[in-house]
């Protein structure tokens, strides 16, 4: 159940109760695509770094190592060691990424496995099955992600088929919840808005699938070639069309300024690789701006990566020591700067909220914006 505390402007300020516990919103997901943060980070430094929620890859896990494995090994939540929410995307940005490897049709998509070639077929009710079987908080419904090039008749055709397919996804699920050997009977559902960069598309999806009555409800098909000018502007169209009272979540974004700017369109869940993977290459971000570690100007500067960070890279190392690492190719550089980039952006998320609760979102916003370009 979603509760709606406190808005200011569009920003809302929420709470969603689950199984697994309660999430504040607005939150930022950290993403482990195979069950595990790339670069070394355990569920035990997600803890201490205030990670709320974490998500994990449908496709990828079924591919390797076998939802049936990780449901015999008691769930998702018991296979990594993690007692919070977690949320599993369904497999449909794979279909979009994996492009030259599907097919796709009304039962749904015939693919390849990107890792040993072996034929997969995946349509709502086998990525429900999936879900259920890695027994994640949140499993979100089966869609078709089309190409932000795609011409409008195709992206028109696309949406239809993942309304038909969302409305499969939800009578799957709602089956699989009441049977008696399943691992979380309360798993909640997605549903997911599509339609390129066309608003009234958009606009006419989210008022077919509103009245669904899903536990929540994604924006996808952004961050995938579009400007952020055109993301914003597809947000200011389809938010207001999405239940007020329900978490309306952002896929696949993004910087802290896209977070910033579409928390202030009603946004309450966020999930993005760019922290973890900028922070395998030694980008870091700081509250004034990102940072190369990289950069010969860090050699002999002795500072944490940010004065005043409560993480557990700034609190005992230098950005030369760091950097050090990384030019080594030690794995604890690696591990360090994700550890941060992570910290970063959960602060930032509780700045975020707090500021929604005092009223003050759009100047934190300004004031952020300002000091990080």
Known sequence: ?????????????????????????PVFMNVGTVAAIKGAVSTDDLR????????????????????????????????????RPILTDSGGFQVFSLASLRKIKEEGVHFHS????????MGPEESMQIQSNLASTIAMAFDECPSSVADKKYIENSVERTTR?????????????????????HQMLFGINQGGIYEDIRVSHAQQIAELDLDGYAVGGLAVGESHEEMYRILDAVVPHLPEKKPVYLMGVGTPANILEAVDRGVDF????????????GHVYTNHGKMNLFNAKYELDDRP?????????????????IRHLLKAKEMLGMRLCVLHNLYFY??????????????????????????MS
Not at 114 to 121: N, P, S, V
Not at 270 to 281: A, K
Not at 305 to 321: D, N, T
């Open 270 to 281: 966020f999930d993005c690789v760019y922290p973890s993977r900028n922070g395998r290459h």
């Open 165 to 185: 397919w969302l409305k499969r996804c939800k009578r799957e699920l709602e089956r699989l919840n009441q049977l008696p050997g399943t691992i979380n009977p």
């Open 346 to 371: 959960n602060t930032m998320m509780k700045e975020i909220r707090e500021a929604i609760e005092a009223g003050e979102y759009g100047q934190y916003k300004t004031k952020k914006l300002e000091n």
């Open 305 to 321: 990566i940010e004065e005043g960070c409560g993480c557990p890279a700034c609190k005992s190392y230098s950005r030369a020591y």
């Open 48 to 83: 201490a770094i205030g990670t709320q929620v974490e998500l994990s890859n449908t496709y990828h896990l079924h591919v390797r190592p076998g939802d049936e494995i990780i449901r015999k090994l008691g769930g998702l939540h018991r296979f990594m060691n993690w007692d």
């Open 114 to 121: 990107h890792i040993d070639g072996r034929k997969i077929f």
């Open 1 to 25: 159940m979603y509760e709606l505390l406190k808005k200011d402007g569009r920003a809302k300020r929420g709470r969603l109760h689950t199984v697994h516990g309660t999430i504040e919103t």
